[in-house]
């Protein structure tokens, strides 16, 4: 490729545009990397190439413990660009208060089975005995009414008198409970736990106090705080933001989480001794720049004494038996 040294143009009157008059030039081969701020890793799209990933830590001792004196337990942050899965944060922070904190759910709700609850279990096995034959049929609704009826002959006569008052009840209001109070008894409507499958996402917050020890530490403070925020907002370009706006947005970053104990990772196995997070997305920054409900700054300048940051994350995977033997 030609990379230009000097280009020199002139303004033609007749044409009514510039012309170019020289240049000099010289053949390039080799590799390309788009220059631009390094904690944003942007990717050049003419290129595979990608700027480095600057890395930050709070406090500045995070691994630095051999000597005791320094922070064995932290978090890593690590984001990654949606579409192109190249890395775009770097962030250790200490382990917070709230960091260890996980929940596992699951979803039943109350079903009434009704009358075909009377004898599920004789239903089900009559149904299972005529289906090897060929599929749910006319027979089969009979051997599943035959066994219904079994198993509540005993009571056929009460449980008449109930049903008459439902369908009664339709036409005169009241007639079900009169029918109830005659009988003394009600319709076992049958209640079972029926399990409704995952229906949300895991979620994780970490509450992170930040008290830089002067102005660099307070900057670097803040460059950590603006790097989670680029990471879980959407990226917007392609048309000018005033006149004619892009239609489109980037999706956020995705993250992943991964806890240090006495300087190592936990295990991504069963042997986990509490769990891990998986690849999550980043719903929420929650800021407050006080102290104490006071607003403070080092002498002489704008930067905060105390930054305090809650980020919440959703995990982008459901639970199931399986992930715990990885860890989850």
């Not at 382990?95 to 075909?116: F, H, Q, R």
């Amino acid at each position: 490729m030609k990379i230009y040294t000097e280009v020199i143009y002139f303004w033609d009157d007749d044409k009514g545009e510039l012309v170019q008059e020289s240049s000099k030039f010289y053949d390039y081969v080799g590799p390309l990397t788009l220059a631009n701020d390094s904690s944003t890793g942007i990717m050049d799209p003419t290129t595979s190439a990608q700027t480095p990933v600057k890395y930050y830590e709070y406090p500045s001792d995070i691994g630095n413990w051999s000597d005791g004196g320094g922070t064995d337990n932290w978090i890593s942050f690590e984001a990654f660009s949606f579409k192109t899965q190249m890395k775009t944060l770097d962030i250790a922070l200490y382990i917070p208060g709230d960091a260890l904190n996980t929940s596992y759910k699951s979803e039943y709700e109350s079903v009434a089975l009704g009358g075909l609850g009377a004898m599920a279990d004789k239903a089900v096995k009559a149904m299972q005995n005529e289906g090897k034959s060929g599929g749910m049929n006319l027979e089969s609704l009979k051997a599943v009414m035959s066994a219904q009826s079994a198993g509540s002959s005993s009571e056929a006569a009460k449980v008449g008198m109930l049903k008459a008052g439902e369908k009664a009840n339709v036409l005169i209001e009241g007639t079900k409970t009169i029918m109830e109070r005659a009988q003394g008894a009600v319709l076992n409507p049958y209640i079972v736990a029926a399990y409704k499958g995952p229906t949300d996402m895991r979620t994780h917050d970490f509450s992170f106090q930040m008290l830089p020890q002067d102005v660099d530490e307070s900057k670097a403070c803040l460059k950590i705080v603006n790097a989670f925020k680029r990471a879980m907002l959407p990226s917007h370009g392609g048309g000018d933001a005033k006149t004619s706006p892009s239609m489109m947005f980037g999706y956020p970053d995705q993250f992943t989480i991964e806890f240090y104990v006495n300087g190592e990772a936990l295990p991504s196995t069963g042997l986990n001794p509490m769990f891990n997070v998986g690849k999550s997305v980043l719903l929420g920054c929650d800021l407050d720049f006080n102290t104490e409900s006071v607003p403070l700054f080092f002498d002489g300048t704008q930067y905060p004494v105390t930054i305090s940051m809650k980020l919440s994350f959703m995990e982008l995977e459901v639970m199931y038996r399986e992930r715990i033997k990885q860890g989850a």
